[in-house]
């Protein structure tokens, strides 16, 4: 395995009010960026692979990871809640982000102000966003348990409930915009096989219900690159990963010092996952092997939110 140090970009934040910029192949933290007045609830970072997008409670914040200064370059204050999910266009003139207002928001970047340039009100709050490769439909995940398919064009809305009941914690689709999954707060991962057809409504099939953490908490699910495995992480202290073929258990990461596992992405390559945890702690699981790799401390607080991105799409992360 090759050195990534030029091409790899993790960054991790918490419940500490600080974002963490690391060196993926050594372990070591390459710069600390103030988030103040909040915990960090989410981050991504943009197509230019130069901004850092964080959202917190009642702001977003957008950071330049290629400047020296560690103060972010814009700042929004204009949303009455927490924002709980963040995320961009793949052409990167705009952003999208949820909130526990009850809405989803597409934000015009292309100033130095962001200008809300679109709101999809829901009847609960909403804790996940994730938009399909085809740039005009949004998944949108809420509290109450609808999952959203909102076109931005048009405004149509369909939705579906998986489970009565049940909140949804997070969506995830895959590049193919050929499968969706999600998760909720009993622990169920549900997946769909998703047609997108140019000009058409996204159509959704059930497909598989897992009983991936249950009864405990479920957090986050994401799909792997090459989409191959779903990984889901919950409150009980574990991420698992999932072969998407028959959704047969592959590997159960837990670590002696896990708590709630908040958060994970895979590389670019799907041979590794990180993952972030209530122990302070991120973590670099071997996908091959099994094993962790390496662990990313010094936050102060639990883990909430890691970034990932592979500067040209191919990862490699070499064992110390």
């Known amino acids: 395995m ?41 981050l991504c970072i943009a197509p230019d692979k130069r901004h850092l997008a964080a959202a917190g409670h009642q702001h977003i914040r957008m950071y330049d990871l290629t400047s020296a200064t560690t103060n972010p370059v814009t700042n929004y204050e204009g949303i009455s809640k927490n924002v709980t999910a963040v ?68 405004d149509r809305n369909e939705q579906l409930i998986p489970e009565t009941g049940a909140s949804v914690q997070s969506v995830a689709v895959d590049r193919d915009a050929r499968m969706m999954t999600a998760i909720n707060n009993k622990g169920y991962c549900y997946v769909w096989n998703l047609t997108c057809v140019p000009g058409e409504p996204a159509k959704l099939k059930p497909k598989a219900r897992i009983p991936a953490h249950a009864p ?75 094993h962790m790799e390496r662990e990313y401390s010094g936050h102060q607080k639990a883990v909430t939110a890691i970034a990932l991105s592979d500067v040209q799409n191919v990862a490699t992360v070499p064992a110390s």
């Not at 140090?5 to 070591?28: E, M, V």
């Not at 991420?239 to 708590?259: A, G, N, S, Y």
């Open 2 to 42: 090759s050195g990534l140090a030029d091409q790899l970009i993790l960054a991790t934040g918490g419940y500490d009010h600080t974002i963490k910029i690391w060196q993926a192949n050594s372990g070591i933290c390459k710069q600390t960026l103030p988030h103040t007045d909040s915990q960090v609830n989410a």
């Open 87 to 154: 995320g961009f266009a793949e052409h990167g003139q705009w952003m999208y982000t949820g909130s526990e207002d009850n809405t989803a928001r597409i934000w015009d970047i292309r100033t130095k102000t962001f200008q809300c340039s679109r709101i999809f009100q829901v009847g609960a709050s909403v804790n996940a966003v994730c938009l399909l490769p085809n740039q005009t439909e949004m998944i949108v995940g809420d509290q109450s348990g609808v999952i959203h398919v909102w076109d931005v064009r048009t």
């Open 216 to 290: 405990s908490y479920g957090v986050h699910c994401t799909i792997s690159p090459d989409t191959q495995l779903m990984a889901s992480c919950s409150s009980d202290s574990t991420c698992k990963v999932w072969d998407t073929e028959d959704f047969q258990l592959i590997h159960e990461f837990r670590h002696e010092l896990h708590r709630w596992v908040w958060n994970s992405a895979f590389t670019a390559d799907s041979k590794y996952i990180f993952t972030g945890s209530s122990d302070h702690t991120a973590r670099l699981w071997n996908l091959e092997t099994g």
